[in-house]
């Protein structure tokens, strides 16, 4: 183990700590007028899909899918749960979320029993390089806004071929680097640079190569990104930002942060890419 990794590894846990975001989720809720028991997915839609282009984004990459229903679904780095909940309902399949933060994976939890899914999804703390579970246990593993924050990407694609079963599907979505140089910080994924590990396209195309991933889909969605940046920040500019939205997970910061999200990818120092690519052997 490289002797910089627990400081790495320390520095994304802590950009994610939250040890108030359930309260903060359901206290805001309460505010805009919704009743916690009498959720409906609609209702978390401002805050539940931390990515890019937010649910939009996971209708695209779920389109780019043709699955069968049924299937075993992990939901790589979930977050609040937003994706996995549409995945379930989507292709009438169980979907289980990992993420490394606990307080994520307990806001999650909370949110899918109000909105009366807890037996389709399920939520667990775990490191994305030491997955608890058997080899070939997943049909698809899904992944957004996941491989930034990890350092070593060899080690995760060979994880994620690990639990795949032959033939099984990895979907992504990812901030990628560009060429317009180094980042601008803070940003959602990480205030510096202890926390961000951003790989290219080509590094992407090879690293799931090497593992003998065959490329299925692949978009550029920078252009949809910044587009989608712009308008938001438009509305602030405005004033006619959501009360109930991203801010509730990051805080004081996340404007500068948005703000800096926008100036990277005007820069080009960051791409947006969906992807589908088929693991090897059959299934």
């Not at 309460?30 to 401002?46: F, I, S, T, Y």
């Not at 992504?172 to 951003?198: N, T």
């Not at 290219?200 to 593992?211: P, V």
């Not at 004081?252 to 589908?276: C, D, H, S, W, Y």
Request: net charge negative.
């Amino acid at each position: 183990m490289p002797a910089h990794e627990p400081i790495t590894t320390a520095a994304v846990a802590g950009h994610y700590r939250s040890p108030d975001l359930e309260s903060r989720v359901f206290a805001a809720l309460v505010a805009a007028g919704k009743n916690p028991d009498q959720l409906r997915p609609e209702d978390l839609a401002a805050i539940d899909e931390f990515h890019v282009r937010g649910a939009a984004a996971t209708q695209e990459l779920a389109a780019a899918l043709d699955p069968a229903p049924g299937l075993l679904v992990l939901d790589l780095g979930c977050g609040l749960g937003g994706a996995s909940r549409y995945l379930a309902r989507l292709l009438d399949c169980h979907v289980i979320g990992v993420d490394q933060s606990s307080d994520y994976c307990h806001a999650a939890r909370k949110l899918s029993e109000h909105l009366g899914m807890s037996d389709r999804v399920a939520y667990l703390q775990a490191d994305a390089l030491k997955l608890p579970f058997a080899d070939a246990a997943f049909d698809l593993v899904w992944i957004q806004h996941l491989s930034m924050n990890i350092e070593d990407k060899p080690g995760l694609y060979r994880e994620i071929r690990r639990v795949l079963k032959p033939g099984g599907r990895l979907a992504c979505y990812e901030i990628l680097s560009g060429p317009g140089g180094e980042v601008h910080f803070p940003v959602p994924w990480a205030r510096d640079p202890s926390a961000s590990f951003l790989a290219s396209q080509d590094e992407l195309r090879r690293l799931l190569a090497e593992e003998g991933f065959q490329t299925l889909f692949w978009q550029d969605v920078t252009k949809d990104g910044l587009d989608w940046f712009r308008r938001r920040q438009q509305k602030s500019r405005e004033g006619r930002d959501n009360p109930f939205g991203l801010h509730l997970l990051l805080g004081e910061g996340f404007p500068k942060m948005a703000g800096n999200q926008l100036r990277n990818l005007e820069e080009g120092r960051i791409t947006l890419v969906e992807a589908v690519f088929q693991a090897p052997g059959e299934n």
